[in-house]
């Protein structure tokens, strides 16, 4: 006997941007927001000095944020990085959810999932349609929308280089979500497209040959690798500590 096919799910809706606007950002990891006194905190804040430091003339970036492995803390860093550039003085922040095969930004921030980058790079939906505030003053986002069939194809088109184009001339920094270097192409076709790239490694956990094989990969196709975002360190708390 057949099996009955599975009704395909039911298209999203396009999101109404002063929904995300009220919602409050809770998320334990997201520690610029959520403990903006901590050491981890300013760990962020140091990744984000050296990337302005790396752009003395303060012109638009696009930057995308990869990883070797899954599961590393692509999101968490590319939320916490957003939220450090946003306390620069009139910094306007974008965060693009390009990892169409298992996206999580929409998740971190608490947020309905809405028509997103999907749509966007189909011609169905407008960039002030996809563009969604957030409730950190200088932050805005794009959720990554319907699964597409072929992501990386997506990803790779004329559209994508063309958007990137465009939301350079609205946005001071735009971050880049992508999936890991090592089980699709998404970040490496990306990351030719964009300024920069960080690779985020977790410390302890991802093996030194996964790390290389990552910037091999990246500076094969012309990447232009900025630096390494260490996450899960142990930092002592200075700020407390007994005199």
Not at 33 to 42: I, L, R, T
Not at 88 to 94: E, F, H, I, N, Q
Not at 139 to 166: C, D, N, Q, Y
Request: glycine share 6%.
């Amino acid at each position: 006997m057949s099996s009955t096919p599975k009704p395909p799910p039911a298209p999203l809706p396009v999101a109404d941007p002063e929904a995300s606007r009220r919602v409050p950002i809770t998320r334990e990891e997201l520690v610029v927001v959520s403990a903006s006194g901590s050491q981890h905190a300013e760990q962020f804040r140091a990744l984000r000095n050296s990337l302005v430091a790396l752009n003395p003339d303060h012109a638009p970036r696009t930057v995308v944020l990869t990883s070797a492995l899954r599961g590393e803390g692509k999101t968490t860093a590319t939320l916490n990085l957003a939220f450090a550039l946003a306390e620069t003085p009139g910094a306007k922040v974008l965060v693009i959810d390009a990892n169409l095969h298992a996206p999580s930004v929409e998740e971190y921030l608490g947020v309905a999932r809405g028509q997103g980058l999907s749509e966007l790079l189909g011609g169905r939906l407008s960039p002030d349609q996809a563009i969604r505030p957030t409730a950190l003053n200088g932050v805005s986002f794009i959720g990554p929308g319907s699964t597409p069939a072929k992501p990386s194809e997506l990803l790779a088109s004329e559209r994508m280089k063309t958007l990137l184009r465009t939301l350079k001339q609205r946005f001071n920094y735009v971050l880049i979500d992508t999936p890991e270097t090592t089980t699709t192409s998404d970040a490496a076709v990306l990351a030719a497209m964009a300024d920069g790239v960080v690779l985020v490694v977790r410390i302890a956990s991802t093996p030194r040959g996964y790390v290389d094989q990552a910037c091999r990969t990246l500076e094969a196709m012309g990447a232009n690798l900025l630096g390494t975002c260490l996450m899960g360190a142990e930092l002592p708390d200075t700020a407390r500590r007994p005199r």
